[in-house]
Nanobody, 110 residues
Framework: VQFVESGGGLVQPGGSLRLSCEAS????????MGWYRQPPGKQREWVAI???????SYVDSVKGRFTISRDNAKNMMYLQMDSLKPDDTAVYYC?????WGQGNQVIVSP
């Protein structure tokens, strides 16, 4: 399966963005899907995961601000990002089963 992210861009601190991840095939049988990010000059880090039964988990730095969701019928996964901070600047990737999307740049800056 291949993933294609979209929805990134430039936003001011406090703003919102919604990232989308479209899978090339059915995700109905994929138990865990997640979002990762790689800030400039840093290693890639885990951000959030979502299981097929609706369970979610987040890294502490985004709890209460980011919401991960998936729509198995549309083969889509989303990351709603609110109250964005400059530290959220990164390339964001969707991931599952060892497969990665191409990445989508998010820049949070005045």
């Amino acid at each position: 399966v291949q993933f294609v992210e979209s929805g990134g861009g430039l936003v001011q601190p406090g703003g919102s963005l919604r990232l989308s991840c479209e899978a090339s095939g059915s995700i109905a049988s994929i138990y865990v899907m997640g979002w990762y990010r790689q800030p400039p000059g840093k290693q890639r880090e885990w951000v959030a995961i979502c299981t097929n039964d609706g369970s979610t988990s987040y890294v502490d730095s985004v709890k209460g601000r980011f919401t991960i969701s998936r729509d198995n019928a549309k083969n889509m996964m989303y990351l709603q990002m609110d109250s964005l901070k400059p530290d959220d600047t990164a390339v964001y990737y969707c991931h599952s089963g060892g497969f990665w999307g191409q990445g989508n740049q998010v820049i949070v800056s005045p």
